[in-house]
């Protein structure tokens, strides 16, 4: 074991490259695409460190061209999670025992594996596997990830450096921080290739086992992790990647002893039914599981009658329609003062004839496909609902059309009811409403804003007025745990705006801060007394 207090890289936010048309990273990455596309990949589980088969095939389209075979995966059952878990445990002893500064080495290697070789490669699955443009995979698989993998290092050093203030004469006080006691489960969304990694990898840097479930939808760039973690030398057992149906996982996970944590990002009723679960099971645990979940939103954009409609205009159609709206920072709903809205209205419908929408592998599209079938289905019945319903008026879009890739027009929206269905549930696509107020009723609007959803992940305010401002600041304290002033309402990035919400969006651990890495190490605190007394008796009793 190597002797000495190691300081680790400081991290600096990874470069976002841009893609622009005669670029080499352009070219790289067309590159990567073809290749990805005139290959059938064969994806099996990671299990101990082992490739595991099963005759049971499921098939990775890209959302956009549904009909396109990019591989086929194994669909693991029961067994194979009982064998991650064995393997998690079997590696365990080696894992937690290996100084920090090792563990932190093999994090920073694969984050220097994707800035460099994989980049392009990983971008490229993201975008066929999960329908995202250059773009948008450029700053999930590439950028936030390796932000997360840095970043994370450098907190957990910050994590072990803090120590008891105080050690009095004759004394030392020290905290040592143990991984969880059993092994950790990471179940993963399917929207970014960055947080599907950094929820196994992050509970991992802290010395804990791991078994992870990615979304079915996003395997094929969950496995390209996989080869990428071994190459920068995780060890077997490590993390352990199977490919089940997740209530069929969880009654493994949840009915097994060693369970000490979930690691989830998803939609809020998976969580909330984990959650139940996990307390009916309470007696079965050696140890209190931590659980840890970031989950749906229904987040907003306000619009004050001071606002710039410019500025107000593009952080609506950015923060609503990027990735088709499958951010869980989405701008979903919107509240533009009246005195504003034709101004506004007309800047967003230039934009949106601008919009070209298709597959991702041309450059040139903006909006892509929506993640599957499910999905399409869902939003295809909101849209038509709205198209029914009295008191809604469909301002752009509205169209859909899964023939060829699971296509939605990017959709505005415009209703009467502040509480309309679509203002107030997550619909997690390119449906965006508006609602627009009177000038004088702001106050009542920030009501409405805080009382309309059960969630509260992200929001923002578009105004000059700073008293406007403040007041929405207050107000909305409690509706979003990332709150945005004269921006969009997404694009948290790693080390400036630690990511999370409350209420109905989770337990806002913060991805990418040092409050979730603590999440996954439980403190042991050692005093040791260096002459320590000798006769029970106080000292007045003479
Ligand atoms: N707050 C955040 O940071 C954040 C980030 C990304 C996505 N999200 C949320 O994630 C959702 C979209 O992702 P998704 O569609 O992949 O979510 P999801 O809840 O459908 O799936 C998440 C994971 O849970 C698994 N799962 C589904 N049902 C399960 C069950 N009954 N038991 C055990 N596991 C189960 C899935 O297979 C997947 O691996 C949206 O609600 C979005 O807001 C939140
Ligand atoms: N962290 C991302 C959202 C992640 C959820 O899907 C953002 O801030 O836009």
Same mark, same amino acid.
């Given at each position: 074991?190597?002797?000495?207090?190691?300081?680790?890289?400081?991290?600096?936010?990874?470069?976002?490259?841009?893609?622009?048309?005669?670029?080499?990273?352009?070219?790289?990455?067309?590159?990567?695409?073809?290749?990805?596309?005139?290959?059938?990949?064969?994806?099996?589980?990671? =299990?101990?460190?082992?490739?595991?088969?099963?005759?049971?095939?499921?098939?990775?389209?890209?959302?956009?061209?549904?009909?396109?075979?990019?591989?086929?995966?194994?669909?693991?059952?029961?067994?194979?999670?009982?064998?991650?878990?064995?393997?998690?445990?079997?590696?365990?002893?080696?894992?937690?025992?290996?100084?920090?500064?090792?563990?932190?080495?093999?994090?920073?290697? =694969?984050?220097?594996?994707?800035?460099?070789?994989?980049?392009?490669?990983?971008?490229?699955?993201?975008?066929?596997?999960?329908?995202?443009?250059?773009?948008?995979?450029?700053?999930?698989?590439?950028?936030?990830?390796?932000?997360?993998?840095?970043?994370?290092?450098?907190?957990?050093?910050?994590?072990?450096?803090?120590?008891?203030?105080?050690?009095?004469?004759?004394?030392?006080?020290?905290?040592?921080?143990?991984?969880?006691?059993?092994?950790?489960?990471?179940?993963?969304?399917?929207?970014?290739?960055?947080?599907?990694? /950094?929820?196994?990898?992050?509970?991992?840097?802290?010395?804990?086992?791991?078994?992870?479930?990615?979304?079915?939808?996003?395997?094929?760039?969950? /496995?390209?992790?996989?080869?990428?973690?071994?190459?920068?030398?995780?060890?077997?057992?490590?993390?352990?990647?199977?490919?089940?149906?997740?209530?069929?996982?969880?009654?493994?996970?949840?009915?097994?002893?060693?369970?000490?944590?979930?690691?989830?990002?998803?939609?809020?009723?998976?969580?909330?039914?984990?959650?139940?679960?996990?307390?009916? /099971?309470?007696?079965?645990?050696?140890?209190?599981?931590?659980?840890?979940?970031?989950?749906?939103?229904?987040?907003?954009?306000?619009?004050?009658?001071?606002?710039?409609?410019?500025?107000?205009?593009?952080?609506?159609?950015?923060?609503?329609?990027?990735?088709?709206?499958?951010?869980?920072?989405?701008?979903?709903?919107?509240?533009?003062?009246?005195?504003?809205?034709?101004?506004?209205?007309?800047?967003?419908?230039?934009?949106?004839?601008?919009?070209?929408?298709?597959?991702?592998?041309?450059?040139?599209?903006?909006?892509?496909?929506?993640?599957?079938?499910?999905?399409?289905?869902?939003?295809?019945? %909101?849209?038509?609902?709205?198209?029914?319903?009295?008191?809604?008026?469909?301002?752009?879009?509205?169209?859909?059309?899964?023939?060829?890739?699971?296509?939605?027009?990017?959709?505005?929206?415009?209703?009467?009811?502040?509480?309309?269905?679509?203002?107030?549930?997550?619909?997690?696509?390119?449906?965006?409403?508006?609602?627009?107020?009177?000038?004088?009723?702001?106050?009542?609007?920030?009501?409405?804003?805080?009382?309309?959803?059960?969630?509260?992940?992200?929001?923002?305010? =578009?105004?000059?007025?700073?008293?406007? =401002?403040?007041?929405?600041?207050?107000?909305?304290?409690?509706?979003?745990?990332?709150? %945005?002033?004269?921006?969009?309402?997404?694009?948290?990035?790693?080390?400036?705006?630690?990511?999370?919400?409350?209420?109905?969006?989770?337990? /806002?651990?913060?991805?990418?801060?040092?409050?979730?890495?603590?999440?996954?190490?439980?403190?042991?605190?050692?005093?040791?007394?260096?002459?320590?007394?000798?006769? %029970?008796?106080?000292?007045?009793?003479?």
């Amino acid at each position: 074991m190597l002797k000495g207090f190691f300081n680790v890289p400081t991290p600096e936010n990874e470069p976002i490259l841009g893609y622009a048309p005669g670029s080499k990273e352009r070219e790289l990455l067309k590159a990567a695409l073809a290749e990805a596309r005139s290959k059938k990949g064969d994806i099996s589980m990671h =299990i101990g460190g082992k490739l595991v088969h099963t005759d049971k095939k499921g098939t990775v389209t890209p959302p956009h061209d549904h009909q396109h075979v990019l591989a086929q995966f194994s669909i693991g059952d029961k067994t194979h999670v009982q064998q991650a878990i064995d393997a998690a445990l079997a590696a365990k002893p080696q894992w937690e025992n290996l100084p920090w500064e090792q563990r932190a080495a093999i994090f920073l290697k =694969i984050a220097e594996l994707i800035s460099g070789p994989y980049r392009y490669k990983l971008n490229a699955a993201t975008m066929l596997g999960q329908s995202k443009n250059a773009y948008q995979a450029e700053i999930d698989s590439a950028c936030e990830l390796i932000d997360f993998l840095r970043f994370n290092v450098s907190y957990m050093a910050d994590i072990y450096k803090q120590q008891p203030p105080v050690s009095p004469k004759g004394v030392w006080n020290r905290v040592e921080q143990r991984p969880l006691e059993g092994f950790v489960f990471a179940l993963t969304p399917f929207n970014f290739t960055a947080i599907a990694a /950094n929820l196994p990898t992050s509970a991992a840097l802290m010395g804990n086992v791991v078994v992870w479930k990615p979304a079915e939808t996003q395997i094929y760039a969950a /496995n390209l992790l996989m080869e990428i973690f071994k190459e920068a030398g995780l060890p077997d057992g490590v993390i352990n990647l199977v490919y089940v149906g997740g209530p069929e996982a969880g009654e493994v996970i949840f009915n097994s002893p060693d369970f000490a944590g979930i690691h989830f990002t998803g939609s809020t009723g998976v969580f909330q039914s984990i959650w139940k679960t996990i307390g009916t /099971n309470i007696h079965k645990y050696k140890t209190y599981p931590r659980i840890v979940g970031e989950t749906g939103g229904k987040d907003f954009i306000l619009i004050h009658g001071s606002a710039d409609a410019e500025v107000s205009s593009t952080a609506i159609l950015r923060g609503a329609f990027e990735y088709q709206g499958q951010k869980c920072s989405a701008a979903s709903r919107t509240y533009i003062a009246k005195s504003l809205w034709p101004k506004i209205k007309e800047l967003m419908l230039r934009d949106l004839a601008t919009f070209k929408m298709g597959g991702t592998e041309d450059f040139g599209n903006f909006i892509n496909a929506v993640i599957d079938d499910r999905s399409f289905t869902k939003l295809a019945k %909101y849209i038509d609902q709205a198209k029914a319903d009295k008191g809604v008026e469909i301002i752009a879009g509205g169209n859909y059309d899964k023939s060829k890739g699971y296509f939605i027009e990017p959709t505005v929206l415009v209703v009467d009811d502040p509480k309309y269905t679509t203002m107030c549930e997550e619909l997690f696509g390119p449906v965006l409403s508006v609602y627009v107020y009177d000038d004088a009723d702001f106050d009542q609007v920030l009501e409405i804003i805080d009382t309309t959803s059960p969630y509260a992940l992200t929001g923002a305010v =578009i105004a000059q007025d700073r008293y406007a =401002i403040d007041k929405a600041s207050y107000a909305l304290r409690n509706a979003a745990g990332n709150f %945005y002033i004269n921006d969009k309402c997404t694009g948290a990035v790693v080390g400036q705006q630690p990511f999370g919400g409350a209420r109905g969006s989770g337990t /806002n651990d913060k991805a990418g801060s040092m409050i979730n890495l603590l999440r996954w190490v439980s403190p042991r605190t050692i005093k040791e007394t260096f002459d320590p007394p000798k006769d %029970y008796r106080y000292p007045f009793m003479g």
